[in-house]
């Protein structure tokens, strides 16, 4: 049985191009729960609050319910239900899920497989977090589903798997000028930059190619909120009395942060309606298609009013 094909084939809802991460998200925080306890079955009553959660800060913004992967993930040959009544999950209804008592856990087959070769879990986790989150979340989701950090080895590409560009990070460091296009955080070691990275905007689980117009050259902090959802690009006159250049995009903040110290007002609410600083001129801005992924897919709520200095 190919385990690491079934995973990355997950069968999952793709109307009007919204991500769907329920099942991969679930199926993490299975793995981390059988890294728990081997044998333990997962109550959808009693987990109904964990998987909303996750939901909440690694799906999309639109309303959703851990229902949904708890039946469906069936499909897939990696998960099995049962009810207090016997065998099968009783539909993806929320109130028939918890008056059934329904339970769910990895197939026999699965746990067996994972007993035999414990490094199966870490493959397993690595490709549900490649093909559908962002690098810099790899980490926290893996803390926030129970999973150990540090994961096994990737091995060789599967078939058909994109490879990244390692030219991608220099080209958009250098188009930013070796700067945050949010704050302007310009640090370096000598002549080495430090806590700068290249962000995609659409990301690259989501076929967001490794090109300049889909980059963002950010620092730390601000790369981990855009890929949450806290900070976005929108498209604006940028003022004249700021320094950045932008070619008219904006920062977005979302009104669902909240931040009551004098740092984070300055480093995230205080950045809304500012202009971008880069990219230099002659380097492609963030392309149209590119941004409006990231604004459907990612930035979570509405956003703040322009800050008024």
Same mark, same amino acid.
């Given at each position: 049985? /190919? ?12 109307? $009007? ?15 981390? +729960? ?15 609050? /964990? ?5 909440? /800060?690694?799906?999309?913004? $639109? ?7 708890? !039946? ?43 007993? =035999? ?43 058909? =798997?994109?490879?990244?560009? =390692? ?46 117009? $889909? ?44 931040? +009551? ?26 392309? !149209?298609? !590119? ?19």
């Amino acid at each position: 049985m /190919d385990w690491l094909q079934r995973t990355a084939t997950l069968r999952q809802w793709t109307g $009007n191009g919204i991500r769907a991460p329920h099942k991969p998200l679930l199926l993490l925080y299975a793995l981390g +729960r059988f890294q728990e306890d081997a044998d333990g079955e997962l109550r959808y009553s009693a987990v109904e609050g /964990d998987l909303k959660r996750l939901l909440t /800060d690694y799906g999309p913004g $639109n309303r959703t319910t851990p229902a949904y992967p708890f !039946h469906h993930l069936v499909s897939d040959g990696l998960w099995e239900v049962r009810t207090d009544r016997g065998g099968g999950s009783p539909g993806s209804g929320v109130l028939e899920l918890r008056a059934s008592g329904a339970t769910g856990r990895l197939v026999p087959e699965l746990r067996e497989a994972l007993r =035999r070769d414990p490094s199966l879990l870490g493959r397993m986790a690595r490709v549900l977090l490649d093909l559908h989150f962002p690098p810099s979340l790899h980490g926290e989701l893996c803390e926030s589903v129970g999973l150990e950090p540090e994961l096994a080895e990737t091995g060789p590409l599967p078939p058909g =798997r994109r490879r990244r560009d =390692r030219r991608m990070r220099e080209l958009v460091l250098t188009a930013y000028e070796y700067r945050c296009a949010f704050c302007g955080y310009d640090g370096a070691v000598g002549a080495v930059p430090v806590g700068l990275e290249a962000a995609h905007v659409r990301w690259w689980a989501f076929d967001g190619p490794d090109t300049v117009d $889909n980059g963002l050259c950010l620092c730390a902090l601000h790369h981990k909120l855009f890929d949450k959802g806290v900070l976005g690009v929108g498209w604006g006159s940028p003022r004249s009395s700021e320094a950045g250049s932008g070619g008219g995009h904006r920062i977005v903040v979302s009104q669902r942060f909240v931040g +009551r110290s004098p740092t984070a007002r300055e480093q995230v609410t205080a950045l809304a309606g500012r202009p971008l600083f880069g990219p230099q001129p002659g380097t492609p801005p963030i392309a !149209h298609a !590119h941004r409006s992924w990231h604004t459907r897919q990612v930035f979570h709520g509405s956003p703040r009013p322009a800050s008024v200095e």
